[in-house]
């Protein structure tokens, strides 16, 4: 969301451009005022519908669905090695058989192929020492403070939203894509705080802390696998080393707690789903990322495979280009965290809680540029990412049509061209103060000698 002055002047449109006063009219709506009530709305709303959902006893909701069924794989695994049973971790039918011991007898929730490897249930294992529900509730106050850090960190580092902090918290709040995190009761509001605070390392030129924040994302690969591509390809070998030692030291965790034997069936676990994500897509209307759009609109798998493959070579293409040039460090890693959700051979609506890094740094960036041609654009697909979730709980199971995706490869498209006119290098007196110089990281400064005050 783009907040904007009270009566802002309406946005020039050219006439040539097909919707281009539309949109333009839309942007101009989106004035703190009117997003301050909105967001008011939409927060009582979210907690209102949340609680009266989940606040019944026992394990199932208010409409039938189990409370936090994602979190039973977690639940479970963190069982299995607090038993010491980590031989057990790629065994379907014995997770069943646990999930019924631990939560309820008639349980028909379990993990068909768990994907997580053995470090993730080491890291549940105090969890699963607490009955069901009192660990759920902990995990998900913990996940809550996650998703409250990562936005923290990144509005700081956002210093055009500076002045806007109260309407970032209340949106961050209300956010659509928190709620369907809490929903499901997944992690995935720890990869965002991984990128969060990666961002933060390499704007301050910590390229080595920042490849440790990447690397850590091991556990949830298909969420780094852009980053590591880049960071490859664009040679910052700092970054790399931090991001190597992070892995080697997650998968050396796992190793020595679990053995060959087992890491070799979670690797063969991560290869089967690479080569057919479907096998653990339970609402094919619930997948937010390239594959996910065509495997709605397609009937063959051969070319929702083969269009896939293309898209994520599409996607790396601009990755590395975009990494390259002397655009923003936020603007690029907004990018990137933008064109990993489209990337992901399995992005599920809980997983795109990663958009709001994107969000705030576009966002920011639109505030900084207020007559740049890709503003008001900009400023109505952020909007409506905003509320992407119901792309898949309703649109997609109406239409067969994610258009999440439509409008998320709208939105890169326009930042790949912002970043490739090199229009976005006009910062303010604050970034070149706190900006670092740091060869790929801040290119624009690669030469100069800043000194930087904290």
């Known amino acids: 969301m783009i907040p904007r002055d009270p009566d802002p002047r309406p946005w020039p449109a050219p006439t040539s451009v097909p919707g281009a006063r539309a949109v333009s009219y839309l942007a101009a709506g989106l004035t703190p005022p009117r997003l301050t009530r909105w967001g008011v709305v939409l927060f009582a709303l979210s907690v209102f519908v949340y609680g009266h959902t989940m606040m019944v006893p026992g394990l199932i909701d208010r409409v039938g669905r189990f409370k936090g069924a994602d979190y039973i794989q977690f639940y479970v695994m963190g069982s299995f090695a607090a038993d010491g049973r980590l031989d057990a971790l790629y065994d379907a039918d014995a997770h069943l058989a646990e999930g019924r011991r631990r939560i309820h007898p008639d349980l028909q929730l379990y993990a068909s192929h768990p994907n997580y490897g053995p470090q993730v249930a080491l890291a549940f294992a105090p969890f699963a020492l607490l009955p069901f529900s009192s660990s759920l509730a902990i995990f998900l106050l913990l996940t809550t403070a996650c998703y409250g850090f990562s936005i923290w960190l990144l509005w700081r580092e956002c210093d055009s939203l500076r002045g806007h902090g109260r309407l970032v918290a209340l949106l961050a709040a209300a956010s659509p894509l928190l709620w369907n995190v809490a929903r499901y009761g997944q992690a995935s509001a720890i990869p965002l705080l991984l990128w969060s605070v990666g961002f933060v390392a390499l704007r301050r030129n910590r390229a080595f802390a920042g490849g440790l924040a ?22 910052q070998w700092r970054i790399v080393a931090g991001a190597l030692v992070a892995v080697i030291g997650q998968l050396g965790v796992a190793w020595l707690a679990a053995g060959s034997g087992v890491m070799a069936q979670y690797f063969g676990e991560l290869w089967g789903l690479a080569l057919n994500p479907t096998l653990i897509e339970v609402y094919p209307s619930e997948m937010h990322s390239l594959r996910g759009f065509l495997q709605l609109i397609i009937p063959s798998a051969t070319l929702v495979s083969a269009g896939a493959l293309a898209g994520l070579a599409a996607v790396m293409v601009v990755a590395v280009r975009c990494w390259s040039t002397t655009a923003p460090l936020g603007l690029r890693w907004g990018l990137l965290a933008l064109l990993t959700v489209l990337a992901s051979p399995h992005l599920v609506s809980y997983d795109l809680v990663l958009l709001t890094i994107a969000m705030l740094t576009f966002a920011d960036w639109a505030v900084r540029h207020p007559d740049h041609e890709a503003t008001a654009p900009v400023a109505v697909m952020l909007s409506v990412l905003y509320f992407a979730p119901f792309s898949g709980m309703v649109v997609a199971r109406l239409t067969g049509v994610q258009v999440s995706v439509i409008v998320m490869a709208i939105l890169a498209w326009r930042i790949a061209r912002v970043c490739a006119t ?3 290098v ?12 740091g060869r790929g990281v801040v290119p624009e400064l690669e030469h100069a000698r800043v000194a930087v005050e904290y």
């Open 214 to 235: 990447i690397g850590c994302l091991v556990f949830k690969p298909q969420l780094g696998i852009v980053l590591g591509v880049v960071l490859l390809a664009a040679r």
């Open 422 to 424: 090199g229009a976005s």
């Open 426 to 437: 006009v910062c303010s007196k604050t970034d070149d103060r706190r900006a670092e110089a």
